[in-house]
């Protein structure tokens, strides 16, 4: 019978302050803990210590020495969620070459649309190796045909080559750790180059300053190893820290959601993180019966992340799963990005989700947060935005205009930060990187903030900022009001503008929704539009759609840039007639929304 790993181990506790993450590993294999993994019906199916882990990846390591490949070759991994890419990923750390998380998802529109995007990655990538676990190796065959690769398989064909005689010669702090594409929001996903020493400075900061780990931890997991939350917050940094972690697949995830409160309630996990998606989608399937099913009183780091934030679902989650022990000081709102490898500021441990709230309309008109005089509850002019922290320690943030003269607190920039967790850039993207990336170490994040009480706030991103009749009007604000109704289930909904006949932007509101009947679909859309018009003193033109039509990215959260696309491509097509857009015009921005994200 299989037993997990430990919680507890006899290891000094080290908070991730080594050089590489192979020495990282070689420490953590001294001890008793390591990753497991369990099936939809929260089996245990395979367990792997942090030894034999470290066992396996130096044995395939020869084996990818043994091709004969140029130091930091990039090899090409299928990221599912399994021990194959983790023996992988590590052995790529003793083998000297760089390995490369692909998405293990055909939710992006199928068989064609997936293997054309494992095509351009491969591509983008110069990957030399790619590899894949059995559900996925004919996709990433299909993908690799024509390509100048000198292996492509499973993990078992690589095995059954001879091993290398050469020593190994593990990457060293300042060569590449591996390349992390972004999830593709807005262009074509970028490979995002992290060195040892920079992933080694993020890792050592999330584990001492951010969750603060402490003897006893445990963590749990069902995100995707191909997202840098899932791959760098819950793979590399419970290792370095010799801290056990249970996983499971993120589509069972999606399909029982309430096994993740199952298993930490089994395994008594301290520490577990979500997109703020997660909380509402377990919320959606909880019932009352099942409260007294678990104990999350051991959960002491809730973290909160990978986009936007709203306190109010969060808040419910917490009021509803009270009874069960969770505490809503659990809550640990952040902000990352795979730019920064992953953390850029985390809110004080202990204190839960702190709100900030704001007059609405002086900040649309001013792009001023100044502070509502009462609560949000009470007042029609306020908003709520969600502190996210302090930058980590060695880093600065600064919040700039359009000219790059730096605002002071409380007026909305674009967020900028410095430190040693900053990438090299953008891999084979030098034009790229330089409009990004300053040659003194500022990195352009694209997200609009500002600074309150030296806390991080995010508004939103740049480029999804919808402007009309000179008010900033933020999608997640509408995209919020649809959800809200009960034909729409939580991200259900994206926002963006287009451009009208008369030069001006017009917002747009696409819905997927359930309801068949043709009265209550027109009731939905007037109530939306009403809504609309109330809270935020604009006109929208609202569409709806069946389910499954608006487009995601990679790590599953909505694409408003495709979604946009699809938008155009509609009404070019004659399929949409909002009005003041004429399909022509719609036919050229469409065009140029899809050549800029990549596509033809």
């Given at each position: 019978m299989l037993e997990a790993t430990p919680t507890k181990h006899r290891l000094q506790l080290r908070y991730g302050d080594f050089s590489t993450l192979t020495e990282a590993l070689d420490y953590a294999a001294q001890g008793e803990t390591g990753y497991n993994f369990y099936n939809g019906k929260g089996q245990l199916t395979f367990v792997l210590p942090y030894a034999q882990l470290?066992?396996?990846?130096?044995?395939?390591?020869?084996?990818?020495?043994?091709?004969?490949?140029?130091?930091?070759?990039?090899?090409?991994?299928?990221?599912?969620?399994?021990?194959?890419?983790?023996?992988?990923?590590?052995?790529?750390?003793?083998a000297g070459m760089v390995p490369v998380p692909l998405p293990a998802s055909l939710r992006l529109g199928g068989h064609?649309?997936?293997?054309?995007?494992?095509?351009l990655l491969l591509m983008n990538c110069r990957a030399s190796v790619a590899i894949a676990p059995?559900?996925?190796?004919?996709?990433?065959?299909e993908a690799a045909e024509e390509l100048p690769l000198s292996f492509i398989g499973s993990a078992d064909a690589l095995m059954a080559l001879p091993e290398s005689q050469a020593a190994l010669a593990p990457s060293g702090p300042d060569e590449l750790a591996y390349l992390q594409y972004t999830s593709g929001s807005t262009r074509f996903p970028r490979g995002v180059m992290i060195t040892n020493?920079?992933?080694?400075?993020?890792?050592?900061?999330?584990?001492?300053?951010?969750?603060?780990?402490?003897?006893?931890?445990?963590?749990?997991?069902?995100?995707?190893?191909?997202?840098?939350?899932g791959l760098v917050g819950l793979v590399l940094a419970p290792m370095a820290a010799q801290v056990t972690v249970d996983y499971f697949r993120t589509r069972d995830f999606a399909m029982r959601p309430r096994l993740w409160l199952s298993l930490i309630t089994k395994n008594k996990a301290t520490i577990s993180f979500s997109p703020p998606f997660g909380f509402e989608l377990c919320m959606q399937r909880l019932r009352e019966s099942d409260l007294d099913k678990y104990d999350l009183s051991s959960w002491r780091v809730a973290g909160v992340g990978a986009e936007t934030i709203r306190a109010q679902p969060l808040l419910d989650f917490a009021e509803k799963l009270a009874p069960s022990g969770f505490n809503t000081g659990a809550f640990l709102a952040c902000y990352g990005m795979a730019e920064c490898a992953l953390a850029v500021s985390f809110s004080p441990l202990g204190?839960?989700?702190?709100?900030?709230?704001?007059?609405?309309?002086?900040?649309?008109?001013?792009?001023?947060?100044?502070?509502?005089?009462?609560?949000?509850?009470?007042?029609?002019n306020a908003k709520e935005f969600v502190k996210c922290g302090f930058a980590l320690p060695d880093h600065s943030v600064e919040v700039r205009d359009a000219e790059g003269n730096t605002l002071?607190?409380?007026?909305?920039?674009?967020?900028?930060?410095?430190?040693?967790?900053?990438?090299?850039?953008?891999?084979?993207?030098?034009?790229?990187?330089?409009?990004?990336?300053?040659?003194?170490?500022?990195?352009?994040?694209?997200?609009?903030?500002?600074?309150?009480?030296?806390?991080?706030?995010?508004?939103?991103?740049?480029?999804?900022?919808?402007?009309?009749n000179g008010r900033n009007i933020w999608p997640q604000d509408l995209e919020y009001l649809a959800e809200n109704q009960p034909e729409v289930r939580t991200g259900d909904a994206s926002a963006f503008s287009v451009v009208g006949v008369d030069g001006e932007d017009r917002a747009v509101l696409v819905v997927e929704c359930r309801e068949s009947d043709l009265e209550r679909r027109s009731v939905l859309v007037d109530n939306l539009q009403g809504l609309v018009c109330n809270e935020l003193g604009i006109e929208c033109y609202i569409e709806l759609v069946p389910r499954n039509t608006l487009p995601r990215t990679t790590s599953?959260?909505?694409?408003?840039?495709?979604?946009?696309?699809?938008?155009?491509?509609?009404?070019?097509?004659?399929?949409?007639?909002?009005?003041?857009?004429?399909?022509?015009?719609?036919?050229?921005?469409?065009?140029?929304?899809?050549?800029?994200?990549?596509?033809?």
């Open positions: 470290r066992e396996d990846a130096i044995a395939i390591a020869k084996r990818l020495v043994g091709l004969k490949l140029e130091r930091g070759a990039r090899v090409a991994l299928v990221a599912d969620t399994d021990p194959g890419f983790l023996q992988l990923f590590y052995a790529c750390q003793y064609d649309t997936y293997v054309a995007q494992l095509k059995e559900g996925y190796l004919a996709f990433l065959t020493r920079t992933v080694m400075n993020n890792l050592g900061h999330i584990v001492r300053n951010g969750v603060k780990i402490r003897p006893g931890d445990r963590a749990i997991s069902w995100l995707p190893y191909y997202h840098d939350m204190q839960g989700i702190q709100v900030d709230e704001v007059e609405s309309e002086t900040l649309a008109r001013t792009q001023r947060a100044f502070p509502a005089l009462k609560p949000c509850t009470q007042a029609m002071p607190e409380r007026h909305v920039g674009t967020l900028f930060v410095k430190g040693p967790s900053v990438m090299s850039g953008y891999f084979g993207e030098k034009e790229l990187t330089r409009a990004i990336l300053s040659t003194d170490g500022w990195l352009n994040t694209g997200d609009l903030a500002y600074i309150a009480d030296q806390s991080i706030v995010i508004t939103g991103r740049q480029k999804d900022l919808i402007i009309i599953g959260k909505l694409s408003r840039s495709g979604a946009k696309r699809d938008f155009l491509k509609r009404v070019a097509n004659g399929k949409a007639e909002p009005p003041g857009v004429n399909a022509e015009a719609c036919h050229f921005q469409h065009r140029l929304v899809s050549v800029a994200a990549g596509q033809s």
